[in-house]
């Protein structure tokens, strides 16, 4: 790793403690600056302003998500239903990682004051979900469909992860549901997803 990449990982790290401990509101660029034992001027040299540094933050956070569960940018697959499921499973386990909760948190608590940082993680995370899945839908209709063709089904399906997973953080579950639970939870909203909505038989 380069001097420039490492010195870009410590200011994120030191970052990402700023906002988990103190919020985006009461984080400041001195602060960081001061932590991470580097002047102001080559803080701003690299990040113009604090979003820009949440951004680089979210970015980092993506990539820890990718490194950690190959499902979440593996290549589309012809099998829908099992590259859904296993897709669906991999953005909701990652969505329950301690830090994904602790950054859940601090935009829920804080986007009413600073509704950039809603924009800045849809922008960057939750956008990349549902192009990945996207892409998946596409594959599978084949016929060189355009993905963005397959974008408001995308967007619904990860909007029913997304409230899962917000639904879990609201009840204490986020480190206690096994992912047992969270497989066949995939299950049965893919096959919802893809099939649609059968009543049971009495």
Known sequence: MSQAAALGDHIVAVARNHFFANGYGSTTMDNIAM?????????????????DLFTAFLLDQNRRWSAHDPHLNAPAS?????????????????????????????????SGRFPELAQIFHDNSFASAVTIIATDLATAAGHNQAVEEFVPAA???????????????????????????????????????????VPPRA
């Open 35 to 51: 932590d991470a034992g580097i002047s102001k001027t080559t803080l701003y040299r690299r990040y113009k302003t604090k979003a």
């Open 78 to 110: 012809e099998d829908l239903r099992k590259a859904l499921v296993d897709r669906v499973e991999a953005f909701t386990l990652a969505g329950l990682t301690e830090a994904s909760v602790n950054l859940a948190r601090l935009i829920y608590a804080e």
């Open 155 to 197: 967007s619904l399906l990860q909007d029913i992860i997304g409230g899962y997973v917000y639904r879990l953080i609201l009840q204490g579950r986020a480190d206690k549901i096994s992912t047992a639970e969270i497989r066949s939870w995939a299950e049965q909203t893919v096959a919802v997803f893809l099939d649609g909505y």
